[in-house]
């Protein structure tokens, strides 16, 4: 059974950065491409950085530039480097598979804000 448990999110200016990171089990992580997603209130969730098993990297023009993804293989870790934030940036951020997605894990809430 995979579980996901991602952490490292809070409340943060303008312009400051964050770093969230994703710890799976009940996989053979090095195997899979993985992905950091988000929610914001009333908004659908949607992929917003990509990695595959391989390292490859893929942003979403959202925050491409900004945000940095990258991934542990002996750690089994995955995680989203977040700088330049934005209110807009405010939303729950999840890890999962880029692929056919497993449970969900509770998500790391973000909240940019003065």
């Known amino acids: 059974q995979v579980q996901l448990v991602e952490s490292g999110g809070g409340l943060v200016q303008p312009g400051g950065s964050l770093r969230l990171s994703c710890a799976a089990s009940?996989?053979?992580?090095?195997?899979?491409?993985m992905g950091w997603y988000r929610q914001a209130p009333g908004k659908q969730r949607d992929l917003v950085a990509s990695i595959g098993s391989r390292g490859s990297t893929n942003y979403g023009d959202s925050v491409k530039g900004r945000f940095t993804i990258s991934r542990d293989n002996a750690k089994n870790r995955v995680f989203l480097q977040m700088n330049s934030l934005k209110p807009e940036d405010t939303a729950v951020y999840y890890c999962?598979?880029?692929?056919?997605?497993?449970?969900w894990g509770q998500g790391t809430q973000v909240t940019v804000s003065s």
């Open positions: 999962n598979r880029n692929g056919p997605i497993w449970d």
């Open positions: 009940g996989i053979i992580f090095s195997r899979y491409a």
